[in-house]
């Protein structure tokens, strides 16, 4: 079985951005072409469609009766951003990640949190190809895991070559990189446009708006043999692409090793 549920919000109430939808209508394109989808395998939310309840809903046909040897994607583009949780006994600020909808507020209101996402995603059965893209600010970490399947911590790209700083200082609103010792190992490979501490760009490609990473994730994806290519190669290989681009965001790539080593949708 196939399934694809992709959300692309350019019209939000304030914050527009320009290539969301571009980025989903893409990958529908992308699905079709060349990855054996049929229009009726893939559900689309774009703008006003897109509010929390429509994602949520949308999400639990994705994930209804899923077996081993389905292959299922999940696209998000729009906004991200990070929520307060306060300051901890130790000085350090930490945040939740999350995905805005269409009907979020700026006071964080309506969104979807990486808590949510992580409850919803639990029952992935083992032998089902489960790809979630977040085209969004701080997407880095919308999936925290205690540990990949081989021990290791999740992300496997670097924020130096961006010369960022990775960890937070005191008080000072940034974070430190620490994982969710409570969450839980999911089935799924998240392919995330940059780091948690980074944003995530609207360009012009050929005078017409894109997602900077989904451009270059599909430009990759359509290179001769991207399709055979593991999921950690494709990331580091439009990382670098970016970089001489002179973008500064870094994707990132979290989820067990057995996932990362496999190509796209991979079953």
């Known amino acids: ?21 571009n980025d989903v209508l893409d990958m529908r394109e992308f699905l079709v ?8 395998d893939i559900r689309m939310l774009v703008d006003n469609e897109a509010t929390r309840q429509a994602i949520i809903e949308g999400l639990g046909w994705l ?37 805005c909808p269409h009907d979020f507020d700026w006071d964080g209101a309506n969104t979807i ?28 970490e919308l999936v925290k895991m205690a540990a990949n399947n081989d021990g290791g911590m999740p992300p496997i790209i670097t924020v130096q ?6 960890t937070g200082e005191k008080d000072n ?12 190992s999911l089935n799924l490979a998240l392919i995330a446009a940059c780091s948690a501490y980074q944003k995530a760009d609207d360009m012009y490609f050929d005078n017409r708006p894109n997602g900077v990473f989904t451009y270059f ?17 494709l990331v580091t290989n439009i990382c670098q692409n970016l970089l001489q681009h002179r973008y500064s965001q870094v994707p990132q790539i979290v989820g067990p090793s057995t996932l990362k080593n496999k190509a796209f949708l991979a079953v």
């Open 161 to 166: 070559d961006a010369g960022l700083q990775k």
């Open 217 to 233: 994730l599909l430009q990759e994806l359509r290179t001769q043999g991207g399709l055979e290519k593991p999921l950690c190669e």
């Open 113 to 140: 949190c990486d808590k949510e996402f992580a409850k919803m995603f639990v029952n992935i059965p083992d032998g089902a190809s489960f790809v979630w893209i977040s085209d969004s600010c701080h997407s880095g």
């Open 1 to 21: 079985m196939n399934k694809a549920l992709l959300v692309g919000i350019n019209l939000y109430p304030s914050g527009r951005l320009l290539g969301s939808v």
């Open 33 to 40: 072409s060349a990855c054996g989808f049929q229009n009726t």
């Open 63 to 99: 994930l209804a009766d899923i077996k081993p040897g389905d292959r299922l994607l999940f696209q998000f583009s729009g906004h991200g951003l990070r929520i307060p949780k306060g300051v901890a006994v130790d000085g350090y600020r930490y945040y939740d990640k999350a995905v």
């Open 173 to 184: 609103g940034t974070e430190t990189p620490a994982i969710n010792g409570d969450a839980k």
